[in-house]
């Protein structure tokens, strides 16, 4: 198909300058499905020209995409436009690509049609099972996945894919879903409230707080001492984990958050090195590869630590050096059109200096100088 005609050729409709992903039912995904089997039939039984169709998929690369501002709050969040690319079976280079396209939309149609929801991993093993030699790592999944929500462009959670989530919470906030118990998570363990797959689940809850802050904490380890020492109660707030890089049901309820309690500023608390940095940045903007929900997930959190100011508290002994995956990072960083200009000058420290720094290097002050260096920073307005 030539180039000119393929955003004409798309399956539904086209703006040209924003995609999303719509949020649809189960008939409404299965609709989508099947207009796209209906096109490919078509093109193979045209009597003038039968042909095997290529997938037009909008572009989930970095010249395809954008950052908008939304109108009436702070938030902003990576967009993709409509460009596409296209899955061809008669390319050797994406024919596997283009056979698991079809594949995860089948086993999605089927799973649509039973009334049930499945995780990535639980999809993985369905189709490694039923196609060995398309799906040999849970990467083609979820690549295949990205692939049927850029073919289709709904959103995961409407194929029947669930996130699989590592992410808790814990503070002054009490969850009431409907026609069941109140859950106060003020009153839990240091491992907090686990934060379900479910979005749908999610997006029914009912939130109440009287906190003040939202803390964004990067690693599960300093969110237990947080959540140990019971900081929440020093300084009425909300603990967030997604212990590591951040899962969708993670950012999904950050987001909903942001939206029930908007005077509520979300702080970060991450790593001095890339990738604390990129782990920001994704709560923050989104991702490209997730580009057509970023808007769905994005919020205004601010950068409380650690940060370039902060390294007169680690002694030299704590300073590592940035390993090669760090390097790969900054550089994928600072080629960004996102990063704004106080965050791209703590990443050219760190990559100038060569050296990194972890959040638990502040241990050297003693276990309960953490949640100290939290409150003096916050109420100083020490953040980007």
């Known amino acids: 198909m030539a180039e000119a005609n393929v955003a004409a050729a798309s399956l539904f409709g086209a703006d040209r300058r924003l995609c999303s992903a719509d949020i649809l039912t189960p ?38 995409c954008g950052l908008r501002s939304g109108l009436l709050s702070d938030v902003s969040s990576v967009y993709l436009s409509y460009a596409f690319c296209n899955r061809s079976l008669m390319r050797a280079s994406n024919a596997k690509a283009f056979v698991r396209v079809w594949k995860v939309m089948e086993m999605c149609y089927k799973i649509l049609g039973e ?19 398309y799906f040999s790592c849970q990467r083609d999944v979820n690549r295949a996945i990205q692939d049927v929500v850029s ?18 919470l814990i503070g002054h906030l009490v969850l009431h879903e409907p026609d ?15 934060i379900t797959g479910d979005l749908n689940l999610l997006s029914r809850l009912k939130l109440y707080s009287d906190a003040r802050y939202i803390i964004v904490v990067e690693k599960d ?14 300084l009425p707030c909300i603990l967030i ?20 309690f908007s005077n509520m500023p979300i702080f970060a608390l991450v790593d001095w090195n890339p990738a604390g940095l990129a782990i920001l940045c994704t709560y923050k903007y989104g991702s490209i590869s997730m580009g057509l929900e970023s808007y769905r997930y994005a919020c205004n959190v601010k950068w409380l630590g650690l940060r370039g100011d902060d390294l007169p508290l680690i002694p030299e ?32 420290l760190m990559v100038d200096m060569g050296r990194r720094a972890e959040i638990e ?15 003096r920073k916050i109420v100083q307005g020490d953040y980007i």
């Open 27 to 64: 008939p409404e995904a299965r609709a989508r499905m099947e207009v796209a089997v209906l096109n490919f039939l078509a093109a193979l039984a045209s009597p003038s020209s039968p042909a095997i169709s290529v997938l037009p998929l909008i572009s989930r690369s970095s010249a395809n």
């Open 115 to 133: 009334g049930k929801m499945v995780h990535q991993r639980e999809l993985f093993y369905k189709l490694l099972s039923h196609s060995p030699k």
């Open 151 to 168: 073919l289709l462009r709904c959103t995961r959670q409407s194929l029947g894919v669930m996130a699989s989530s590592r992410g808790a």
């Open 180 to 194: 069941e118990e109140q859950i106060d998570c003020s009153i839990l363990g240091a491992s907090g409230h686990a």
């Open 221 to 234: 380890a300093i969110f237990q001492r947080l959540a140990e020492d019971r900081l929440y109660n020093q």
């Open 241 to 260: 984990t997604a212990k590591g890089y951040p899962d969708i049901a993670s950012r999904f309820i950050l987001h909903r958050l942001s939206q029930t």
């Open 317 to 348: 002994s704590a300073f590592q050096e940035l390993k090669p995956r760090d390097s790969q990072i900054a550089k994928s960083l600072l080629s960004s059109k996102f990063l704004q200009d106080r965050h791209r000058a703590e990443l050219t």
């Open 361 to 375: 290097a502040l241990y050297s002050h003693g276990f309960d100088f953490l949640g100290k260096y939290i409150a």
